[in-house]
């Protein structure tokens, strides 16, 4: 299987390569250049365990990578730093199925594909005698980053620079970034949004003087951002996973169909739902869920994505995002593989802010249902869930929630349905004793126990302790100065 570009280039890769370089030379994104069919029948998928079809999908994916290879990757990855015995739980309340993607160490789900990532690159380091340093390069809009700096710190030949908005994370968030330990990590919040971050990270991966510069000195750009397909593969596996516990349960039969709503922001997490489709998975609905920074919502609706509008903090901090990078890979693959064509809108919204798509594409959007939760939707829906059901959900999942309420209460659509729930609830803990009602305090530490008293819900390990841990990352930069910032962290770059 060989990787290509979704703006049309020649460039093949093998995955190891496209891993290495995290995004293809014309700017664009590496995608497979077929999609695999699943690697054993439907019916096989029950009982299987989360690591077994973890291995299945990434070695249909990255065939160049050895049985042997992919093995040790699963293996490193999905261990004990879970605190859930079975990876990822599937738990029902209310009338959905929850798929809990965050008991990993950094309580997102941000770490299922992060724990593995890390696996990939070196063993991709070690299969193309890669001579450079690899540094990975990261904007966060808060979960990436804690979970990437997880991974990579301390991993030889790899250093790890994160970029997160200032004041654009939850307290928890910025205080997990910014006292992570490891020689080779880097974190600076910048001055700006999320937009910003991603932009300026784009920006210094296609500055092809700086990688010359870098590459004298030893050291190579990589991303562990969605862009990044080791990052995207390992997450069709929770999906295929997910369907095979519902046969578990007895809730579906082989061949049944089911719908999945992802609370989305980058594109990457629904876009790893499509790939689990296209492989095999009967799937009805992919529902795409926003907050307040609805572009998606817009853009599913009209076909026109628009980036002219205001951009708006919200309480679910993960998904203010108004460029959700991996719906260039949607695109490509709707528009049957026409790079020309995705170069072009690609273009236009450097430049005009805006594209609309083909008539091609808008028709395979109809696979899609899109919707969108405001602050204080999302709120009552925590609310609600915990008052008639006990659960608790974090504010991306109750984003969802609401937009799944929404899109049974328009269609009538009782079909099984997978909310993927993508990070614990202490991690927006101030929002979330709020929305049970609970009198919430100004340090966000504070309502992290306070709601630990009210629900008894465990917290989750990398949580404790945070308060006292020494704060070890300080600088703050603004997005002009990313670059340079590079340039310092990377004065020791040599192998
Ligand atoms: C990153 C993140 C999202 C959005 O996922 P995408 O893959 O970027 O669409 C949603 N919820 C949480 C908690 C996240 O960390």
Known sequence: MKYKSTRGS????????????????????????????????????????????????IYSYFTDYLEEEVRHCVD??????????????????????????????????????LSILPYLMTTAMNKEKEDKKIVILTATSGDTGKAALEGFADVPNTEIIVFYPNEGVSQVQERQMITQEGKNTHVFAIRGNFDDAQTGVKKIFNDSEFADELAKQGCKLSSANSINIGRLIP???????????LMDNGT???????????????????????????????????????????VLTDFINTGTYDVKREFYLTNSPS??????????????????NNGAEISALMDSLDINKEYKVSDKI????????????????????????????????????AVAYKVYEDYKASTGDETV????????????????????????????????RALYKETGVKIPKGLKGLETKEIRHKGVLDKEDMKAAVKNSLKACTK
């Open 319 to 336: 998904m203010d995002i108004l460029i959700s990078s991996n719906l260039e890979r949607l695109l490509y693959h709707l528009s049957g």
């Open 235 to 245: 997450q069709v596996a929770y999906y295929v996973y997910s369907y095979g516990k």
């Open 76 to 113: 490193g990855a999905y261990d004990e730093k879970f605190e859930a015995s079975d990876i990822v739980p599937l738990v029902k309340a209310g009338d959905a199925y929850f798929l809990e993607l965050y008991h990993g160490k950094t309580a997102a789900f941000k770490d299922m594909a």
């Open 417 to 448: 349905t997978i909310i993927a729930s993508t990070a614990s609830a202490y991690k927006f803990a101030d929002s979330v004793a709020a929305s049970i009602g609970l009198s919430t305090e100004e340090d966000g530490f504070e309502n992290v």
């Open 362 to 397: 808008r028709d395979g959007l109809k696979e899609f249902w899109a919707g969108f939760a405001n602050m204080e939707e999302t709120d009552s829906a925590i609310g609600k869930m915990y008052a008639e059901n006990g659960y608790l959900m974090d504010t991306h999942t």
């Open 10 to 57: 020649k460039e093949f890769k093998s995955a190891a390569q496209a891993i290495i370089q995290g995004i293809a030379q014309d700017k664009g994104l590496f995608v497979p250049e077929s999609m695999p069919a699943l690697s054993i029948p439907l019916d096989e998928l029950k009982g299987k365990t989360y690591k077994e079809i973890a291995f299945e999908v």
């Open 252 to 294: 579906i039969q082989s061949g049944d169909r089911i719908n999945i709503v992802v609370p989305t922001g980058n594109f990457g997490n629904i876009l790893a739902a499509y790939y689990a489709k296209q492989m095999g998975i009967p799937v009805g609905k992919l529902i795409c869920a926003s907050n307040e920074n609805k």
